[in-house]
């Protein structure tokens, strides 16, 4: 694997993403579902899942996926993003899938998995702790006698969607993840009402729930298996934001070239041709950045663990920059709830606060880079 | 000590404004009644004539009269009818017949009457001069037709601040007239437009055959841009003066912000927070120099100054309030439009207000004058550097290209 360089496979494989993504999510139909209570369609998820083959990408072939790498993840990724496709990808494919394969837990993968696959499981990875903080090393969730949960989590990604739940919770051992129905008794999962309207995010309250260990002995710990999936989530999240940005800038340049003020397109104004180089920068940057995490998880070309941060760091300035550019140079249209920007506005400024966030990515990147051993 | 104005004039605005809160007091007077006797005793816009709300005095004495009257508890109209104290009072006081200055100030310092600013077109946003809907003259009324858009508060206003082409074989420039609508005319469409916060702060207005007397047209006929010119000034001044008061503002809400939560602190964010207050104090400082400088001379282009950087530092406030709430900057109270008689301003106290005030901050490099044209003044106006090559101002305005 030569990084960088897509095999006729991927991009094939980018082409049909694109394909579903774009006639999936026109404009009119993530707004509609923005008002829905659930947030994304069901049939879709179908769609992506068994008709086209998306959701197993990532997962190995002994569940029934096509055992692909974060690479092709992340092509499917880059493609929601530009359509901002609403549905629980992040929270099913990026963060629990990955949690679960890390846990080792063969059975309950072999329940869960070829759901998935056919994009009739919602899974949701719950590692928060109760004000939303990312995998606390003191859950805010406990398991009592018999493995019964009790506590509350905030901000967790498609947590109100999932029909299983992993649930970070403090057991006697350390932290452990356990399965939750998602109609368990005891179980209370609310909406919170989120600045982006196309992701949701759950507040859980566990009253005395039942769930299952998961995981065997032999296999990472707990946090280590949130560890990898945040790192996948990492990578998802900065391959969505290229797909944005990119769809920012081609309407920033497209915008600029017709407008016409003062007589002349509003692009011939260095002021607006510099700021919209400056966007072609960033997103040129945040591509290479996210590309190459996918790569230094696939293929180890760098420290996936670094090559992740960095992919954040990077994706999430420029997702940011490039979506307040996209407003500035769109004039008062830009600032109106009829024009798209808004909606990719507000993404990036969720995205860069999940996960522990751009800070919290940050503060590991300088770890391990500012000053070496 | 704020000001070199003479004593005399800071005593006799303090002592008009003490007097005006010992008869009118403000908890038991009806708000109306309370800022008609504020624009009685002059103190409207201290710097307007007496008998048109002013006193005759510096403009940099208005701070004197107003932590008066707003510490004693009274309104503070700015906020109830901005357009109206901040863009219309000026321009009306300067270029309107003294008749009909007189119809006009009072009702709309006590905010009986509030105002629009009917500028912007789909059209001509930063290129105003562009404009194309049309005014004309019928006996003695004018007729206007046109589209108007971004017009904040024209469901609520009364009353408009309207500029209108009324010679298209002008050039640009000097094809235009200036006029006060009334906003009740049956001529009048406004159609909400809803904003990224979710709140419908401004909208699209439709002219269809309006109707203006002869005698609510403010300056000459074809002087309709230096007219504007007074009101643009005003409006940079009024978004961009900023407060005297160190720590006000939006630095005031991110201090307070950084206060209410110890939990969120990080070295990184702190040095960012005092970078930000350095940055708004400069501003702030600039603007007092600004207003002793000037004097009793109107605002020139220097007032782009605080309006630039004021838009640029409020954007930059709220990025850093949102950074440091984190995960819950992630939240959101509602994007349903706000309704009743709440709807004065697009700021609500709620849990989510950082998150509101900071999406609503996207704007504030765009209304009144983008950032863009901003530099552009600062460039050509004060440092004299060449001005763009223009395609559009030689000639007559139907032929310049437009869309
Ligand atoms: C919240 C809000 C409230 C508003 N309220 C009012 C109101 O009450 N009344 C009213 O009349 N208007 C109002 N406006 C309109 C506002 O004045 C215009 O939006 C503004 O002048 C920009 O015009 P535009 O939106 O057409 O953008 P455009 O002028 O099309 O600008 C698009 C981009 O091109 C850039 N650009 C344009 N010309 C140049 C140049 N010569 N050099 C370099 N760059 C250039 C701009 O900076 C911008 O980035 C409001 C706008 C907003 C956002």
């Not at chain 1, 082409?15 to 947030?39: H, K």
């Not at chain 1, 609403?86 to 990026?94: F, K, R």
């Not at chain 2, 024209?154 to 007239?177: C, E, N, S, V, Y």
């Not at chain 2, 409006?235 to 003066?241: L, N, S, T």
């Amino acid at each position: 694997m030569v990084e960088f360089e897509f095999t006729d496979e991927q991009r094939a494989l980018r082409e049909v993403a694109r394909d579903v993504c774009t006639r999936s999510a026109p404009e009119e139909e993530v707004r509609r579902l923005m008002g829905t209570a659930e947030g994304f369609d069901r049939a879709v998820l179908r769609r992506l899942g068994s008709d086209v083959g998306l959701l197993g990408l990532a997962v190995p072939e002994e569940h029934g996926g096509a055992g692909a790498g974060l690479v092709e993840l992340a092509l499917l990724a880059e493609e929601t993003g530009r359509t901002l496709l609403p549905g629980p990808l992040v929270g099913t494919v990026a963060l629990a899938v990955p949690a679960l394969l890390a846990t080792g837990d063969d059975a309950v993968a072999k329940e869960l998995l070829p759901g998935v696959v056919e994009g009739t499981t919602v899974l949701a990875l719950a590692a928060t702790d109760d004000r939303g903080g990312w995998a606390p090393a003191q859950p805010s969730v406990a398991a009592g006698a018999g493995g019964r949960l009790t506590g509350e989590q905030a901000h967790v990604l498609d947590g109100a969607a999932a029909d299983a739940l992993l649930v970070l919770a403090a057991a006697d051992d350390g932290p452990a993840l356990f399965l939750v129905d998602g109609d368990a008794a005891g179980l209370t999962r609310e909406v919170q009402s989120g600045l982006d309207l196309t992701r949701r995010q759950a507040r859980l309250r566990l009253d005395g729930v039942v769930a299952r260990p998961v995981g065997s002995a032999a296999a990472a710990t707990a946090a280590a298996a949130v560890a990898t999936a945040r790192r996948t989530a990492a990578v998802v999240l900065a391959a969505a934001a290229v797909g944005s940005a990119q769809r920012m800038l081609d309407s920033s340049v497209e915008y600029a070239r017709q407008r016409l003020q003062f007589g002349r397109p509003i692009g011939s104004f260095q002021a607006v041709k510099h700021r919209c180089a400056d966007m072609l920068v960033d997103v040129e940057h945040a591509r290479s950045a996210a590309y190459h995490a996918a790569w230094a998880a696939d293929a180890g070309t760098d420290d996936p663990e670094l090559a992740a941060d960095l992919a954040t760091v990077v994706t999430a300035e420029a997702h940011l920059r490039v979506a307040k550019s996209t407003v500035q140079v769109h004039g008062g249209i830009g600032f109106t709830w009829e024009h798209p920007t808004h909606l990719h506005y507000k993404r990036a400024v969720s995205d860069a606060a999940l996960l522990g966030g751009r800070a919290a990515a940050a503060a590991r990147l300088a770890d391990a880079v500012l000053e070496p051993a | 000590m704020t000001t070199t104005a003479p004593l005399t004039h800071r005593d006799l605005v303090a002592d008009t404004a003490r007097r005006v809160v010992a008869e009118h007091p403000p908890e038991s007077t009806p708000r109306a009644e309370f800022l008609g006797a504020c624009f009685d005793a002059g103190l409207a816009w201290v710097h307007f004539p007496r008998g048109s709300g002013g006193l005759g005095v510096e403009a940099g004495l208005q701070d004197v009269a107003d932590s008066i009257l707003q510490g004693a508890g009274g309104p503070v109209p700015f906020s109830i009818n901005p357009m109206g104290y901040g863009m219309a009072g000026p321009t009306v006081v300067e270029h309107a017949r003294p008749e009909v200055a007189a119809e006009l100030l009072r009702p709309l310092a006590t905010c009986e009457e509030l105002w629009c600013q009917l500028f912007s077109e789909p059209g001509a946003g930063s290129d105003l001069a562009g404009l194309a809907t049309r005014a004309v003259l019928d006996g003695d009324t004018w007729v206007v037709t046109g589209a108007k858009v971004w017009t904040s508060l024209a469901h609520r206003a009364r009353r408009a601040l309207l500029l209108a082409r009324t010679d298209p074989d002008a050039p640009k420039h000097r094809g235009l007239t200036y006029f006060v609508l009334d906003m009740t005319d049956p001529g009048v469409e406004v159609r909400p437009l809803r904003q990224m916060t979710g709140a419908a702060e401004f909208n699209e207005v439709h002219l269809d055959g309006a109707r203006i007397p002869d005698t609510h047209r403010l300056g000459e006929v074809g002087d309709g841009w230096r007219v504007a010119m007074t009101t643009l000034m005003n409006e940079r001044r009024a978004i961009g003066g900023g407060s005297s008061r160190r720590g006000s503002g939006s630095i005031g809400a991110a201090l307070q912000l950084w206060r209410e939560r110890p939990d969120l602190r990080t070295p990184a964010l702190r040095d960012r927070l005092t970078a930000l207050f350095a940055l708004a104090d400069a501003a702030r400082l600039t603007g007092e120099r600004q207003r002793v400088e000037s004097g009793d001379r109107p605002i020139g282009p220097e007032g782009s100054i605080g309006k630039l950087v004021g838009a640029e530092l409020n954007q930059a406030v709220y990025d850093f309030c949102m950074d440091l709430l984190g995960v819950e900057a992630t939240l959101y109270g509602s994007y349903d439009p706000p309704d009743g008689v709440d709807d004065e301003t697009d700021e609500h106290a709620g849990p989510h207000d950082v998150q509101r005030a900071f999406l609503r901050s996207r704007a504030n490099t765009i209304e009144g004058g983008t950032s863009e044209v901003l530099r552009n003044i600062l460039g050509e106006r004060l440092l004299g550097l060449p001005g763009d090559i223009r395609v559009d101002t030689g000639r007559p305005w139907r032929e310049v290209p437009r869309g």
